[in-house]
């Protein structure tokens, strides 16, 4: 399974699960709730994911290390500051964030199974590998890190 490591962008990934969320809404169960409130609830769901995605491209940008999640053993600095004092991965979990708004939208229930989708292979196909990247790249810092700060949230 090492052949999928870090070999698929996380938006494509993301893409690639709300189009199956899609799918399942189509088919399956949808709550009845107002268009209005799926919207609301979707758009407040998608500003903060965009919030947290772009703070984390930010404070790589500002650190001037690699945002690129296909090649993180070219990292030049571990970035521990502004969001990433709080998550590991704050992009991936605005990715997260959106298919959950794409879930409030949809209103399907069985289309909500594929956040943990999303957050599993994730963890395992793109999480792992740049983990094991940056232990090689920063060692003990970056072990420290992952000792004091949530994979996730």
């Known amino acids: 399974m090492r052949a999928l490591e870090n070999k698929i ?3 494509i990934v993301t893409t690639v699960f709300a189009l199956l969320m899609w ?9 009845d709730v107002t268009y209005s409130a ?15 995605s772009m703070a984390g491209v930010l404070s790589f940008r500002q650190a001037q ?13 571990l970035v521990r500051s502004g969001i990433y004092q ?3 991965n704050p992009m991936y979990v605005g990715f997260a964030l959106l298919l959950l708004a794409w879930v409030c939208f949809l209103a399907s229930p069985l289309a909500l199974l594929g956040v ?12 792992s590998p740049e983990e094991r990247a940056l232990t090689t790249l920063f060692g003990r810092e970056f072990q420290a890190y992952q ?4 994979r996730w949230l």
């Open 9 to 11: 962008p996380p938006p």
């Open 23 to 31: 799918l399942v809404a189509r088919y399956g169960l949808v709550l």
């Open 38 to 52: 799926r919207v609301l609830l979707a758009l407040l769901l998608m500003a903060v994911a965009v919030c947290f």
């Open 65 to 77: 290390t690699t945002v690129n999640p296909l090649k993180p053993e070219s990292a030049s600095a």
């Open 86 to 88: 709080y998550s590991r």
């Open 116 to 127: 943990p989708g999303f957050i599993l292979y994730m963890n395992r196909f793109q999480i």
């Open 147 to 150: 000792a004091q700060v949530r």
